[in-house]
């Protein structure tokens, strides 16, 4: 299958049609994982993180696939196990092709990503739920107090405060390249 009829069916919402197609390049990814010291379990999951984060791409609009599927997986098939090794010296940073910078970026910004989502699970299911009225839900102060029963606005305000800056010093504590 060519890569225009797989991002056909990533356009019209038919994801497990083109993951299959994508699964067609495992053995190659899987080939370049072993090459450099991993193991079959390594491989799949160096291809599940990239494959999340092509999926991811291809939901921004700004998104522009510059290279064939077979391409971009590897590219940042290779970043991911060498992110997953720490192994990125100052000269192969500077080797980069365009294109492997712009990739390399993709997996420093869904690592930055994964980082945040877990700094927001660490914190207690009360700052979950407060911050996702104000963020996700777009509920004002005055209806978040009433409904997680603070006794003022400005005490929800102080809250949500509080909670953004526990997941803050998490997310800073925790992310490190």
């Known amino acids: 299958m060519n890569d ?7 356009k019209t919402e038919q994801r497990e049609k083109a ?10 990814i899987e080939k370049l994982v072993l090459s450099k010291g991993g193991k079959p379990s390594d491989a799949q999951d160096v291809f599940q993180e990239a494959l999340i984060i092509l999926n991811r791409n291809l939901e921004k609009s700004d998104f522009k696939l510059t290279a064939s599927f077979y391409t971009y997986l590897y590219s940042v098939s290779r970043f991911v196990w060498k992110d997953m090794q720490n192994k990125f010296s100052t000269q192969e940073l500077h ?3 365009d294109d492997e910078v712009s990739n390399f970026h993709h997996v420093l910004e869904e690592k930055k990503y994964r980082f945040a989502e877990n700094a927001f699970l660490e914190l207690g299911e009360r700052c979950q739920k407060l911050l996702q ?3 996700l839900k777009r509920i004002p102060f005055k209806e978040i107090a009433v409904t997680m029963q603070f006794k003022s606005e400005k ?6 405060y509080k909670c953004l800056k526990k997941a803050k010093d998490i997310f800073h504590k925790n992310y490190q390249f």
């Open 95 to 97: 080797d980069l092709k």
């Open 4 to 10: 225009k009829k797989i991002l056909e069916f990533f």
């Open 133 to 135: 009225l104000f963020y």
């Open 155 to 160: 005490i929800a305000k102080n809250q949500k």
């Open 19 to 28: 993951f299959k197609a994508l699964y067609r390049l495992y053995p190659r």
